[in-house]
């Protein structure tokens, strides 16, 4: 095994560590130091543990551990002053707090020749750069268009904390060149690469991208943009958008199938989280069970992992607001619990903090807390779907359903393609239902039930909807499903499961239908 940190390489296999090119001599009991708290790098080691693994569980003073630990940190470039890759904890322990990355590709199976390449170790989560958009035009001016707008791509991706994102800088020391799409993930570090062009032609705009797996030079993503050319940086903004709302989420179901073809000895807490989301995706009593698993898997091996805490809250919500849960009460302490965990842990990153309004938009109902925090999450990232999702549900709940229809728009534009959006379509239905617009919240809760037929709120929706349009043999169908897929369910269950204190004209339609009290 070999791992990868700055621009060190650590062989187990050679037993030898690798500073660029060179090799830095380390004496065994170092050496094995090493080894044993980067293997262990998800958790914090006692002293003993450290003792038991390099000494045998030998009798050693603090002093000889002190030495060996400052000889170690002295190896890999670190000081006990630093402390930036071996941090040391008071009364608890040690932990390797570095990022690094697993190699076993043969392709890079010698580490003097990635160092020699200037090969940079790929981040644990997504990584892209965003290479200049090259000028078809002949036109001088649309060079500064097509920078600005790469500049403005970037920008826009680096709000996803959840994405490893290039600074410009970087990216735009290959303007011009002819490059290699393998070369350049090598040399900055990602797996992702996004390259265009821009031409113009009679007072239009074309614009070209495509996404590149920069590992295996597999094409992900491609798409052509046409707009005419006025609003210079209307049209930069509108272009941006569009590339991010289709990227973003192209990256996540590329990430996912790639941690779903990793054998589960080899996951760290980024690869059960995305796991966790894949099985969120389900909205299924087994799939919830999954996804909660999984990201208290993800959440353990990192406990500084808010969005996995967020993920774990909004799971135990789940279950109660779908009725899989068979002690309520105690879903809704841990959902509450988790969502307070996750705003601890990480109040400043834009999808915590949408998950963890909804929640409270479920579980507390403290409409303008939750107001304030998703609009607050919009406000760091107003590219991202997951917050333009949860914003609506937010309003919805706190019975605001204009607004609640523009933020599920906002969504469904954000990731026309996202294997979620049975969840946007139903809230926008219910809110539709709640201004009288029937026909349009029979149109949302169809689309949603075309993308996942067993999502019993869906159905709730396409009854509430039928039932007030007059078609009751509609309606009636509809709620027969409502029963299969939720057989416990009545009304005043229904509300006491929450959020539900705003849907008077929901609940009045479901009354119709005939639904159980």
């Known amino acids: 095994m070999r791992y990868l940190f700055e621009e060190y ?7 030898e560590l690798l500073r660029g090119a060179k ?3 380390v004496a065994p009991q170092v050496f094995d130091l090493l080894d044993y708290l980067i293997r262990n790098r998800e958790r914090v080691v006692s002293k003993d543990d450290l003792i038991n693994a390099v000494w045998n569980g030998r009798s050693v003073s603090d002093a000889a551990l002190t030495t060996r630990l400052n000889v170690a940190r002295s190896a890999i470039g670190d000081s006990g002053e630093e402390q930036h890759l071996i941090k040391t904890l008071p009364r608890k322990g040690f932990r390797f707090v570095g990022q690094v990355r697993e190699a076993r590709e043969a392709a890079i199976s010698n580490p003097d020749e990635v160092a020699r390449e200037g090969a940079s170790a790929l981040p644990d989560k997504p990584s892209i750069a965003v290479l200049p958009f090259e000028n078809l035009s002949g036109d001088p001016e649309q060079e500064y268009f097509a920078d600005g707008m790469v ?13 490893f994102v290039i600074a410009r800088n970087s990216s735009f020391t290959f303007k011009g060149k002819a490059v290699d799409i393998k070369e350049v993930g090598r040399r900055l570090g990602v797996r992702y690469v996004l390259e265009g062009a821009v031409r113009k032609a009679a007072g239009k705009v074309r614009i070209t991208g495509q996404l590149i797996d920069a590992t295996t030079g597999a094409h992900i993503w491609a798409d052509r943009f046409e707009r005419d050319l006025t609003d210079i940086f209307a049209l930069q903004d509108e272009v941006t958008v569009a590339v991010v709302s289709a990227i973003q989420p192209k990256l996540l179901q590329t990430e996912i199938a790639i941690a779903t073809r990793r054998r589960p000895e080899n996951l760290t807490a980024y690869d059960f989280f995305l796991r966790a989301v894949q099985q969120n995706y389900l909205a299924t ?15 353990e091996l990192d406990p500084r992992f808010a969005l996995a805490a967020a993920l774990a809250g909004a799971c135990h919500t789940s279950n109660v607001s779908l009725g899989y849960a068979a002690d309520p009460q105690f879903e809704r302490k841990e959902a509450v619990r988790l969502l307070r965990l996750a705003m601890r842990l990480n109040d400043g ?7 963890s309004a909804l929640i409270s938009a479920f579980m507390i109902g403290d409409s303008e807390a939750e107001i304030e925090m998703a609009n607050r999450a ?7 779907y997951v917050v333009w999702n949860c914003r609506g549900w937010v309003h919805r709940n706190a019975g605001l359903p204009e607004e609640a229809v523009r933020s599920f728009e906002r969504a469904i534009r954000m990731s026309p393609v996202d294997p979620h959006l049975y969840r946007p379509f139903t809230g926008m239905g219910t809110a539709l239902i709640e201004l009288g617009r029937f026909d349009e919240a029979v149109i949302a809760a169809k ?17 509430s909807a039928l039932a007030h349009l007059g078609r009751d043999a509609a309606a009636r169908q509809a709620a027969e499903r409502v029963l299969e897929l939720d057989p416990g369910f009545t009304i ?3 509300i006491g499961r929450g959020g539900q204190s705003n849907s008077k004209m929901l609940i009045e339609g479901l009354r119709k239908a005939g639904l159980p009290e």
């Open 447 to 463: 689309k949603a039930l075309r993308q996942n037929q067993s999502y019993s709120p869906a159905y709730r929706c396409l009854t």
């Open 378 to 384: 919009v406000a760091l990232n107003p590219n991202s």
């Open 23 to 25: 090799v830095v001599a």
């Open 151 to 163: 500049e403005e791509i970037i920008t826009a991706l680096s709000r996803f904390k959840s994405l």
């Open 285 to 299: 009593r087994e799939g919830q069970a999954e996804a909660l698993r999984l990201a208290l898997r993800a959440l």
């Open 349 to 355: 990153d834009p999808d915590t903090l949408a998950w």
């Open 9 to 15: 390489a650590f062989d187990t296999e050679r037993r």
């Open 492 to 494: 005043s269950a229904w």
